[in-house]
């Protein structure tokens, strides 16, 4: 099992920046992704970015939708088990529970990621 507990949400004003935690525990795998979910009231959960590690490489591997390219950076620090999700120029759009998701293989939907947090809210004001 694993385990996914995300903090770092909250409001902020439009054009703010937040920088979303993911810490993970429990079982380790040789390959895996993290990825960042969120979901709007009354819309279905999607992708927002993901990064892809191996011990057979170095360097990550990222990903991002097309609507946070350029303004979400995903990344990692190996030594905390922890992902990270900056988010500059945030806009009301952008409002959403914010869940962090690991899993095997990469994906871009929900269903391909066995494991996620409980979520974190954030809330842009404009």
């Known amino acids: 099992q694993v385990q996914l507990v995300e903090s770092g949400g909250g409001l902020v004003q439009a054009g703010g920046s937040l920088r979303l935690s993911c810490a993970r525990s429990?079982?380790?795998?040789?390959?895996?992704?993290m990825g960042w979910f969120r979901q709007a009231p009354g819309k279905e959960r999607e992708f927002v970015a993901a990064i892809l590690w191996s011990v057979l490489w170095s360097g990550d591997n990222t990903y991002y939708a097309d609507s946070v390219k350029g303004r979400f950076t995903i990344s990692r620090d190996n030594a905390k088990n922890t992902v990270y999700l900056q988010m500059n120029s945030l806009k009301s759009e952008d409002t959403a529970v914010y869940f962090c998701a690991a899993g095997p293989v990469l994906g871009y939907s929900r269903q391909e990621y066995p494991y996620w947090g409980q979520g974190t809210q954030v809330t842009v004001s404009s």
């Open positions: 429990g079982r380790t795998f040789s390959r895996y992704t």
